[in-house]
Nanobody, 125 residues
Framework: QGQLVESGGGLVQAGGSLRLSCAAS????????MGWFRQAPGKEREFVAT????????YYVDSVEGRFTISRDNAKSTVYLQMNSLKPEDTAVYYC??????????????????WGQGTQVTVSS
């Protein structure tokens, strides 16, 4: 059974940076497109970024385009989310997710097969 474990969250001032990691185990990592989602208090979980199985293509929600970068290391079975120029509105629990055999990564939560437990990111103003 696949498992995803996020790390790297924390408290940062506005304008700062954080790097989230998501380590996968129990699945053939290179066969999964990977995504990051987030859920702010009182709001629905939303798509943030996704990356193809090879890492050759990435997609972002407009609000993080140019500030966040998703990447992956298939040899380490790990996906990353580099977050720069953080804003208070980026405060949320961040989740990574795995989408089996996806040719085009999905922005829809329902297409993902495995989820991590989440890591809290808090950006102070």
């Amino acid at each position: 059974q696949g498992q995803l474990v996020e790390s790297g969250g924390g408290l940062v001032q506005a304008g700062g940076s954080l790097r989230l990691s998501c380590a996968a185990s129990g699945l053939t990592f290179s066969r999964y497109a990977m995504g990051w989602f987030r859920q702010a208090p009182g709001k629905e979980r939303e798509f943030v970024a996704t990356i193809t199985r090879s890492g050759g293509n990435t997609y972002y929600v407009d609000s993080v385009e140019g500030r966040f970068t998703i990447s992956r290391d298939n040899a380490k079975s790990t996906v990353y989310l580099q977050m720069n120029s953080l804003k208070p509105e980026d405060t949320a629990v961040y989740y990574c997710a795995a989408d089996f055999a996806a040719v085009v990564p999905s922005k829809s939560m329902g297409n993902y097969d495995y989820w991590g437990q989440g890591t809290q990111v808090t950006v102070s103003s």
